[in-house]
Structures are given as structure tokens and as C-alpha cells.
């Protein structure tokens, strides 16, 4: 994440599935500003924040499980 193959950016957008990036907010100690940045590249790409760190999923888990949810129900 902090310095990945340019290569592997530059395939970000062949991606055409709705992507989630989920991020942990200013606690988390990678660059919000890159998942950020990765996010976006998607060209169906959304990105949540619940701003409890890096392991949103076991710090967070039922915010973690609301957002996946609703990414999963909800229309294309």
C-alpha cells in the first residue's frame, strides 16, 4: 500500500466490478489519502471510512458489517 508496483495502479481501472475500499480513518497507520487515491480509481469503486484504525473489521464489526451489507444490497 505504501509503495505498490506502478504497475499494479495502472490496472486499477480495467477493473469493472462495483469495488468497496474500506478505510479506518486517521487511527489507521496507512495513508488515508492513498486508499483514498485507490479508491477512486475504480471506475465503480466507493470508499467508506469508520474511523477506528486498521482492523475496522474486529474493532468495528458490526459498522464493518453494516457497510458491507449495504454495498452488497444495494442496486448496481
Do not use: Y
Not at 2 to 18: G, H, K, R, T
Not at 43 to 61: D, E, K, S
Request: hydrophobic share 45%; charged share 15%.
Amino acid at each position: 500500500m505504501n509503495a505498490p508496483d506502478p504497475a499494479w495502479w495502472a490496472e486499477i481501472p480495467q477493473v469493472d466490478a462495483p469495488t468497496l475500499v474500506i478505510a479506518g480513518g486517521m487511527d489507521s497507520h496507512l495513508p488515508q489519502d492513498k486508499i483514498a487515491d485507490m479508491a477512486a480509481r475504480f471506475p465503480a469503486g466507493r470508499l467508506a471510512t469508520i474511523p477506528v484504525g486498521h482492523r475496522v473489521h474486529t474493532v468495528q464489526p458490526a459498522g464493518f458489517g453494516e457497510v458491507v451489507r449495504a454495498f452488497l444490497t444495494a442496486s448496481p
